[in-house]
């Protein structure tokens, strides 16, 4: 696989990343430096490792995995969404207000399940898969720590909506997920 190639697919994979990067960025109040690095380094982690499991996994799980990845991604996307939004619209102070691991941990399997199934089309391209997993990674964190300074920024601008907005837009992803995969078959 050339390296624009490769470029182009680890920005198509960071793409889910980096709105939810946004997102959290939009909606977790006070997310300290060493917060705003972890969403990228876990963001990068799982698409980097995603792709090396579903690679490793082949052909063995690649009907189990095409089958059910979008609909797990869509389910935690869109209950972690509609949880934010509800509490946004109620005006809780809970939840996405202050950064957690658990809901990160989510976020990063939620947004890199599709990876898996890329790494499935590795083994059968016999693409070089640790090089490939480490520039999916370097992109995706780039891409995601772009999208958490974004969501600080209009944040900013934003005020008292953006839990809402966060919570939006996580699942409007959920549903891309969702209809790509459905619509593509």
């Not at 990674?137 to 999208?147: D, E, H, N």
């Not at 909506?161 to 939006?168: F, L, S």
Request: glycine share 12%; aromatic share 8%; with cysteine.
């Amino acid at each position: 696989m050339k390296l624009t190639t490769l470029i182009m697919l680890a920005l198509g994979l960071a793409a889910d990343a980096f709105a939810v990067s946004v997102s959290d960025g939009l909606s977790i109040k006070k997310l300290k430096k060493r917060q705003k690095l972890m969403i990228p380094l876990c963001f990068g982690a799982f698409q980097g490792i995603m792709p090396l499991i579903g690679c490793f996994a082949g052909g063995a799980f690649s009907g189990i995995i095409v089958r059910w990845d979008h609909w797990v991604a869509f389910g935690l996307l869109a209950f972690i969404g509609v949880r934010m939004t509800v509490e946004g619209l109620g005006g809780k102070e809970e939840c996405a207000e202050h950064f957690t691991y658990k809901l990160l941990l989510a976020q990063g399997v939620a947004t890199s399940i599709d990876a898996l199934a890329v790494g499935v089309s590795f083994a059968l391209m016999r693409v070089n898969a640790p090089f490939a997993c480490a520039v999916i990674a370097a992109v995706t964190f780039l891409c995601s720590a772009a999208g958490v300074a974004a969501g600080k920024l209009c944040g900013k601008k934003l005020g008292a909506r953006t839990k809402i907005a966060g919570g939006i837009i996580l699942v409007i992803i959920g549903i891309k997920i969702l209809a790509e995969h459905l619509i593509a078959g």
